[in-house]
């Protein structure tokens, strides 16, 4: 495959350009839906899972498109060869070229064997699985025992970035299936107080340390995991006792070993898992052993689901396809600066903050597979808090600020805590909140509301207004089930990588969290005296040098 392009040289871009400025920029969402009473039956695409229960509505009607615009930027697809990438990815070549890895989380979910994805270690996912099964299970029952022979109550998942926020994520949008008598603690930084308030929690009798690293070499994780076990090994006494008390999660089965986790302890996975697409892996562990490994299995069975879709429906009903195009138009076309996901559930309150690693971890790249800068936007800057905190707190500029930002919502049809009237006024602003943005609010209509005499107040009437086009896609999910969690999250990822494929982009490594680390490594001598503050610019150099003055301890 060829990838000696940008994505600004394909014919469809050039077009896509032409059309935003000849009838994109000026679409009315009033006229268009007044135009076309089929609109929404146009342009809304349902997904209901093979093997599972997971079923999603996804209507996209609410977005500055017309079929011409909508067909062209399927055609951009086609022509940045989104399918023969995909197809390359489930077959496991190596499209993580910068690292010369296979990309092939799809495998970890491949419980059916449907893709026959062929890499190094795809044979070993079912015993990993099993492993984790029987680990999980030993410890729900209680069979597994601490060191004094009391059943373990608390589990602590150390570790960050991609072996934290997915289990994180996935364990409370779950927790209506959680082990309640289980508590679950994450503590993936390396300021102290994260480990120091998990660990006030804790019995060191009672606690499982779940030390969730794929390099297994990790500053905060490894640090955090050092703490652990000095805190343990306080009452414990004996080192035997640590491999009833922490087990690892890794790529690098020779580091855990130094770390001293025995050999039945260790879960393994491989390096064709990115560690954000590394929650269906043995760094899912954490999530077997709060929701069981039955449920866990649903999570990758919906999520399986959504990557048979992904892979066998066409561009025009590719779901992850449609929405990465959609979000491209914006991006790239409107010069939107950011994208909000706004979750209408409590229990998905860290949905956002997980798929902000998705997302910009694997799309903020400048340099296109061909070696040359882009010329374009890329990652999307993606944010959101669920609703309806968000109304309360962001809204405002989503409706009448001077800035674009493409929205989409997502909400249960179901919920799993149905208490009075709270679900369907939840939805009543669900359902709101598109509307009010695509709609607006006229100024005839404002004025319709007032007093005579301030409909002569201009400023109060212009304040009123609400300009409407404001695009959104709507996302009904039947339950957050763990399949249909599963088929969302598989959706959204598939949506990423879909645009990084447009933007001939390595959406599968991430060389930018690189300098930062080194140069922390470079400065901690100085701040623990074994070298001095030098070769640093002046304003480095006068930071750390006011820390060393005013710092207590
Ligand atoms: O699991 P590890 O190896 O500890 O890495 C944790 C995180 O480190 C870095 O920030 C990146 O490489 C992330 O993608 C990764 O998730």
């Given at each position: 495959m060829s990838f000696n392009h940008l994505a600004s040289e394909l014919p469809a871009w050039a077009k896509l350009q032409k059309l935003y400025e000849s009838k994109g920029k000026a679409i009315d969402l009033r006229k268009a839906f007044d135009a076309d009473p089929k609109r929404f039956e146009s342009y809304s695409r349902a997904f209901t899972g093979q093997k599972t229960d997971a079923a999603l509505l996804v209507d996209?009607?609410?977005?500055?498109?017309?079929d011409e615009i909508f067909a062209s930027l399927l055609d951009l697809a086609r022509e940045a060869k989104v399918e023969e990438q995909r197809d390359a990815m489930y077959a496991g070549e190596r499209i993580n070229s910068s690292e010369d890895r296979s990309v092939l989380h799809i495998a970890l979910r491949d419980l059916p064997g449907a893709f026959g994805s062929k890499a190094e270690g795809v044979d070993e996912v079912k015993g990993e699985l099993a492993h984790m099964k029987s680990f999980s299970d030993a410890v729900r029952s209680g069979a597994?025992?601490?060191?004094?022979?009391k059943a373990i109550k608390s589990i602590v998942n150390i570790g960050i970035g991609g072996s934290n926020l997915g289990p994180l994520m996935v364990t409370e949008a779950l927790k209506p299936y959680a082990k309640r008598d289980l508590a679950a603690h994450f503590v993936s930084n390396i300021d102290g107080t994260h480990m120091v308030e998990a660990l006030r929690q804790c019995d060191p009798e009672t606690t499982l340390f779940i030390v969730a690293?794929?390099?297994?070499?990790t500053q905060e994780t490894i640090t955090n995991a050092t703490t652990a076990r000095d805190w343990f090994l306080k009452t414990a006494?004996?080192?035997?006792?640590?491999s009833k008390h922490f087990v690892a999660l890794s790529t690098n089965v020779k580091a855990a070993t130094d770390f001293g986790i025995a050999e039945q302890n260790m879960f393994k996975f491989w390096d064709w898992v990115g560690g954000r697409y590394?929650?269906?892996?043995?760094?899912g562990l954490s999530i077997c052993l709060v929701i069981g490994y039955d449920n866990f299995e649903q999570v990758l069975l919906g999520a399986h689901d959504m990557d048979e879709h992904f892979k066998s429906a066409p561009l025009e009903q590719n779901i992850p396809v449609i929405l990465a195009v959609i979000g491209i138009w914006y991006n790239?076309?409107?010069?939107?600066q950011s994208y909000a996901q706004l979750c209408?559930?409590?229990?998905?309150?860290?949905f956002a903050a997980y798929f902000q690693q998705a997302s910009m971890e694997s799309n903020?790249?400048?340099?296109a597979k061909n070696g040359k800068p882009v010329n374009y936007e890329t990652g999307e800057i993606l944010w959101g808090e669920p609703g309806t905190d968000g109304q309360h707190a962001f809204y405002q500029l989503i409706h009448q600020g001077t800035k674009l930002v493409p929205a989409d919502f997502i909400a249960p049809v179901e919920t799993h805590n149905p208490t009075g009237q709270h679900h369907d006024i939840l939805l009543s602003n669900f359902f709101a909140q598109p509307e009010a943005l695509a709609f607006g609010k006229t100024e005839e209509e404002v004025k319709a509301e007032l007093s005579t005499e301030d409909q002569g107040n201009s400023f109060l009437v212009k304040s009123k207004i609400f300009s409407g086009n404001r695009p959104t896609n709507s996302i009904m999910i039947q339950k957050i089930s763990p399949a249909g969690l599963g088929a969302l999250l598989s959706m959204y990822e598939h949506k990423i990588a879909t645009q990084g494929f447009i933007w001939n982009?390595?959406?599968?490594?991430?060389?930018?969290?690189e300098l930062g680390k080194v140069l922390a490594k470079k400065i901690l001598p100085s701040l623990t005296g074994?070298?001095?503050?030098?070769?640093?610019d002046s304003s480095t150099t006068g930071l750390i040098n006011y820390y060393l003055k005013n710092r207590k301890q």
């Open positions: 996209v009607s609410k977005n500055l498109i017309d597994h025992k601490g060191y004094t022979g690293s794929k390099t297994f070499t006494g004996s080192k035997e006792h640590v590394s929650l269906w892996s043995a760094i790239n076309f409107f010069g939107a209408y559930d409590q229990y998905m309150h860290r903020g790249k400048g340099v982009i390595n959406s599968f490594d991430q060389w930018g969290v074994e070298k001095g503050v030098d070769g640093h």
